[in-house]
């Protein structure tokens, strides 16, 4: 069992190069299982969940070369439609994108429901709704999801909640399907219109991705392509909270500031300076913040993978913040490990009021999810003292070298090895 051991007090200063997204990856690494040819996919993180899902598609048959450690070839022309069995799917939530990418090119799929979620209830209902307007039989048997058509065709789908996973796993099972689907009320990510994107540089012939209808109409064949992810908005905001936490002054590299701008309209909102350039920004944390108040939204909104962190840096602005979440049940797990560290966070439902304090003190706390870990993280940076934050599995699984990144900025952190002494072990190990 790893664990950080961080030394707060340290001002972040320097440059940081942010990594592929994460949220990208892991829905066009599998849509190249539609493709006919070989592709390249580019600027992919290094981190777990892009090691869990090459290393499902190798099992399957596909051809993976890794050109560097960022650069993937893969040759998608021998995978075998397998199951997905719930070993994989427990690890990572984002299988579920095999069902949109198996039902597309084999017409037929068979993959585990991913279960249990660290962030609350998560159906996939508006998946499987969308692949039933396309004309696959959906079942669930032994906990495995079982979809099977004779033919694909495009058909119009409304979304009843507005999904990320739904859209993405709508566009690839729509993408080489007969005629033409349309998708309201689609997500508009930037990781949806990333996988569009990349689909769109294979052949596939999809408009209005960043908007709230999408149309897709089927080709018959996707050629190979080269393809580069975008840079991971949420890795960047989180170095912006790590900078405005530390007081620090930090120029934030390959990043698409029109992507970060929900999150740095609330970091001038409360007293942290950011500059913005073509592909970079530079935070310049002040020495008083204010409180805010926060609601998450799906895109163009606030994000809700920034919640945890932005609440870091709200536990030691002036007076009361109020952040709500709208996405997920139980996004304030991290709550209980912020109030060891001296954070005055009170929590009803889906709303948490900050009341800001002078300074936290470093205490050993544990990652509840990704997220959360990333939080702690921000959060121990700008405390005093010492703090160890356990499950650092969370964070591997969406940050690429998030310690070395942050020594980099001059950050006093470490990993170690070590018995872990807080988590409540398996348990812990859930996917989000
Ligand atoms: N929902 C349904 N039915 C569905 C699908 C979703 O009711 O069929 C609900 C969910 O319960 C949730 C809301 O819709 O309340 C939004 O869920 P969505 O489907 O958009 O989330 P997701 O696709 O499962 C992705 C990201 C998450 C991110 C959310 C929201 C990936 C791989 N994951 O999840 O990322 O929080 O969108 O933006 O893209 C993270 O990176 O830390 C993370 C959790």
Redesign the pocket.
Known sequence: MEKYVIKGGSKLFGEVTISGA??AV?AILPATILADEPCVIENIPNISDVTITLQIMSEMGANIRMRNKNTVEIDTRPLRNMPIPYEKAKLM??TTYFLGTLLGRFHSARVSMPGGCN?G???????LKCFTALGAECGIDGGMVDLKADRLIGNQIFFD?N????TINGIMAAVKAEGLTIIENA?K?P?VVDLANCLNSMGADIIGAGTDVIKIRGVKELHGTTYSVIPDQ?EAGTFMAAAAATRGNVLIKNVIPKHLEPITNKFLKIGVQVEQYDDSIRVIGGENYVGTSIKTH?HPGF???MQPQMSAVLTCAKGASMVTES??DNRFRYVDELRRMGANISVEGRVAVIEGVERLKGAPVRSTD??AGAALIVAALGAEGTSEIYDIFHVER?YENMEVKLRGLGANIIKVEEPDPVSDSAAAKKA?
Do not use: M
């Not at 209830?121 to 998946?127: E, L, V």
């Not at 999904?163 to 739904?166: K, L, M």
């Open positions: 994460k949220n892991v939530r984002a962030l209830d998560r159906p996939i209902d508006q998946h909640k999904s990320v996973g739904a997500a990510e990781h949420i799906p994000p809700t993978d996405i997920f990704l997220r969406g989000v």
